[in-house]
């Protein structure tokens, strides 16, 4: 069963402010830490986080881990953050050290258990395997049992299958072993320090030390320690969930709003209550179902396992059948019989086909590899290749997360080339504190210096997700004022009031819909002159034009359309 969707969380619609209680409810209202943390004023606007306690919500430090964590009852990704607040029995203040310390005996430490298996036994386990007895069985006779008649042992038989033998085991060891790393990998990937609220004051702790109520802090470029519901949120939160979700984009988060462990903060700075902690937390799910895969027996080992035992039955058959013959009707000598029995067991089996095919195996584990594909058993991938449809909820999971401009492929609707599109794009860009398309934008320039090259930027309005659009007013290098936006394809065009005909909407909307149809996004530009120089005045009005940009294997368009300001 996969963990529930990251995206599919409740909106608070609430920004610039904490929630839960000891929230303070006034206008310009402090944020609760602003003795220690720099932070703007939080402003109360929504009445539900004044809300009385639920009587309902029981006392969660009373309840096992599993009832806590059973969504049917509990979920604390969606419930009221004062319910969270008090199913928790925490408050804005954070937990104190020996509270803490309780819960770190119940709930276990923030990390995930990655369970050791023994190399020397992980390795005979390669030896553990029906084709495999016949081959020892083989060796025993081969050492063992094959004396007598003035000869010694068959040494060359033996070892020749043992070197069989060991060539499968340590193949399929060093494969494995190295493909068990994977969920080490996903590990170390996890916060290593968290900034949390304890005994009233801020403190830095381990990221393992966190437990459901903590109350943490995160800003730009912090991984997230573990699960949380956002206390408050300081200016725009973008929060990048492309490790769970594929998505290449940030996330913006409000508070109310729920964040996972092993995200990236991209922009602003928050607070967040802890409501999963370890394999509790979305991450960790997703973690433990890698090292959970492969732990059943697949489709090539069950075939292998059918074949193994049919040869052993064969084989069993025939050797009963030839000693009665040998010995009991023609009177064989001892080492003539056992000669014959040796080369029945080496012959009756195909000897070699378990190094052949953890070879092959382990060639296809090393391409997939240097892809960056996670194969935690080698046996996996005959798997995979037996897969005749593969179904996937996100695009984005399937592409490289890399936003790239498609320069020949730019469509102009007015007399700006392909050229002066991607540069006023590049306008309407930050050059720092960079979003994702940002980055793409300003680094498909020939230098990303251009972007702000010969222009004086006046005024710049970073994204606003109720408006959808970025805006810079700059002076050019001959003093005239000039705006440039960019944003969703249709909020720009809306924008437009010059030289826009029915005929120019047709064909861009035509675009954007069979750039969509093809799974791709869209992304606007628009461009204004303001004769007055005033950066408060409206300007003359504007003319459009068509860039595409893909995402990985997926497109963007960018259009560039002409507006006026409002």
Known sequence: MEPNDPNNNEKAHVADQPVGPNTP???????????????????????????????????????????LYDKDKHDLSTMEPGDVFQLLQTSTDGLTSEEAARRIEKFGHNRLEH???????????????????VMEA????????????????????????????LANSVIGFME???????????????????KVKRDG???????????????ISVKLGDVIPADGRLVAAHGEVSIDQAALTGESLPVTKEAGDEIFSGSTCKQGEAEAIVIGTGLNTFFGRAAKLVGDAGDEMGHLQTILAKIGNFCICTIGIFLIVVVIVQYAAFRYPYRTGIDNVLVLLIGGIPIAMPTVLSVTLAIGAKQLAEHKAIV?????????????????????????????????????????????????????????????????????????????????????KPFNPVIKRTQITYKDKDGVVRRVTKGMSHTILD????????????????????????GLRALAVAVDEIPSGNI????????????????????LLLDLVKFSNV
């Open 201 to 215: 004051a801020w403190k830095t702790v381990e990221a393992a030390e966190l437990v459901p109520g903590d109350v």
């Open 115 to 133: 369970k050791e298996v023994n190399p020397i036994l992980q390795f005979l386990g390669f030896m553990w395997n029906p084709l495999s007895w």
């Open 495 to 518: 924008l437009c009031s010059r030289d826009k005909t029915e005929e120019q909407i047709k064909a861009l909307n035509d675009d954007v819909d069979e750039y969509a149809r093809r």
């Open 536 to 555: 408060e005045d409206e300007g003359k009005g504007f003319k459009s034009l068509l860039n595409p940009v893909f995402l990985s294997l997926l497109k």
């Open 138 to 165: 083989a060796a025993i006779v081969a050492i063992a049992v094959s004396n007598g008649g003035g000869r010694p042992p068959d040494w060359e038989d033996f070892v020749g299958i043992v070197l069989l033998l």
């Open 25 to 67: 409810v006034a206008p310009n209202a402090a944020a609760p830490d602003a003795a220690t943390k720099e932070s703007v004023p939080a402003q109360a606007t929504d009445e539900s986080n004044t809300k009385p306690a639920n009587n309902d919500v029981p006392n969660g430090m009373s309840l096992t881990v599993e009832e």
């Open 176 to 194: 494995e072993r190295q493909a068990g790393n994977a969920v080490k990998a996903l590990m170390a990937s996890l916060a290593p320090e968290a």
């Open 376 to 460: 935690t058993r080698i046996t996996a991938i005959e798997e995979m290749a037996a897969v005749t449809i593969l179904c996937s909820d996100k695009t984005g999971t399937l592409t490289l997360n890399k936003l790239i401009v498609d320069k020949p492929t730019i469509k102009t609707y007015s007399d700006y080339t392909g050229e002066d599109v991607i540069l006023l794009s590049a306008y309407a860009s930050r050059t720092e504190n960079q979003d994702a398309i940002d980055f793409c934008i300003v680094n498909s320039l020939p230098n990303p210096q251009l972007a702000r090259e010969g222009i004086e930027e006046l005024e710049f």
